[in-house]
Nanobody, 122 residues
Framework: QVQLVESGGGLVQAGGSLRLSCVAS????????MAWIRQAPGKEREFLGT????????GYPDSVLGRFTISRDKDTNAVYLQMNSLKPEDTAVYYC???????????????WGQGTQVTVSS
């Protein structure tokens, strides 16, 4: 079992930055791939990228490439999503998720956090 808790969401103006955190607890965390996934109202989930224990990050979509960065802190069992140059279309609930095997498919992630809301105003 893996427990995930996200934090760091909020309201930000377009062009601003936010850093989301996801703290993981449980057994054998080093064996899990950690992903960030978002879901905007009325839209399907969007996979933002995944990182293994030693990196690198795989799977940034074009919509966030160059603006979002995923990183992992092994000492604190945390995964971060640094979001820069935010746009109103980045407004969504952001989730971190864990999977034993590499995947770019959200449905294949077994463990999920509760999500954190990010709202970008124009």
């Amino acid at each position: 079992q893996v427990q995930l808790v996200e934090s760091g969401g909020g309201l930000v103006q377009a062009g601003g930055s936010l850093r989301l955190s996801c703290v993981a607890s449980g057994r054998a965390l080093s064996t899990y791939w950690m992903a960030w996934i978002r879901q905007a109202p009325g839209k399907e989930r969007e996979f933002l990228g995944t990182i293994g224990w030693s990196g690198p990050v795989v799977g940034y979509p074009d919509s966030v490439l160059g603006r979002f960065t995923i990183s992992r802190d092994k000492d604190t069992n945390a995964v971060y999503l640094q979001m820069n140059s935010l746009k109103p279309e980045d407004t969504a609930v952001y989730y971190c998720a864990a999977a034993l095997y590499f995947s770019r498919t959200s449905d294949e992630y077994e463990f999920w956090g509760q999500g954190t809301q990010v709202t970008v105003s124009s």
